[in-house]
C-alpha cells in the first residue's frame, strides 16, 4: 500500500502542476484552477448529494465487475481447456468481439428499462469479453507437459483443475479485470449521462449543462477516485488470489 500511496502521489502532483499550467493559458473560466477544483471536491464530501451519487456509480461498476466475472472467468476456462466447447464458442466470440456493444445501450434499455439493470448489464458485457479471451488464451497457453505431470501421478479432474487450470488461469483473469476497471469506468460515465437522475456521470452533464464548472469537476475526481479504488481492490483481490505468484516474485 505504501507504494501505491507514493505513485498515486506523484501522479496527482504531475496532473495537478499540468493542469495549473492549462488553467492559466485558457483563463481559468472554462478550465478552473486545480486548487478551486480541489475544494469545491472536498467540500462535496461533505454533502449526502455527492455520497448519494457516488454510491450509485459504485454500485453499479461493482456489481457489473461481479456479473462479468462470474459468467465470462469459467466460461473461459471451459472454452481453454475444453476443445469441443472452444470449437464451438470461439468462432461467436471471436466475431462478435470488434463490434462496439456500446452501440446497443438502447437496446438494452428497453430490454430491462431505465433503472440500474440494464447499465450494470452494459459494463458487465464490454468488460466479460475482455476477462474471456484472456482467461481463455491463458489456459489455452498452458504445456502439456503440465497436464501430464499431474494425471501421471494420479491426479483427477479436481486435481488437473486445482493445480494447472486455475494458477495458469487466474492471472490472465484478474488482469483483464483490473486493466478493465478504466473500461468499466467510462462506460460507466456514458450510461450515466442520459436516462438517469442519479450517478456521477449524471452529476458531472448535469453541471456542465448548468454551466457550474467547479460541481462538473467535482463529480469527475470522484468518479476518478472511484476507478483508482477499483483499480486498487482487484488489485487487491489478484494478490490474495494469486499469492505464490508475487511470493516466487519475491524469491
Known sequence: MGRSALRYGVVICVTAILWKLAS?????VILPAPEDAGRAFFAALFTPVFWVHFSVSAYRAVAAMILAWGVAFPLGLVMGSVKRVDDLLAPFV????????IVLLPVFL???GL?????IFMIALILAYQILVTTRDGVKSIHPKYFDSVRSLGG????????????AALPHGFT?????????VAVLFFVESFA????LGYMIMDAWGAMDYLTMFSGIL????????LYEIANVLERRACRWMFLRDKG
Open 196 to 199: 438517469t437522475t442519479r450517478g
Open 24 to 28: 492559466v493559458a485558457l483563463g481559468g
Open 94 to 101: 471471436f466475431l462478435t468481439y470488434p463490434i462496439p456493444k
Open 176 to 184: 483483464a479485470l483490473r486493466l478493465g476497471t478504466g473500461v468499466s
Open 156 to 167: 483427477s479432474r479436481w486435481n488437473v483443475l486445482r493445480e494447472v487450470l486455475l494458477p
Open 115 to 119: 433503472g440500474d439493470s440494464a447499465k
Open 222 to 229: 470522484g468518479m476518478s477516485v472511484l476507478g483508482a479504488a
Open 110 to 112: 428497453l430490454l430491462f
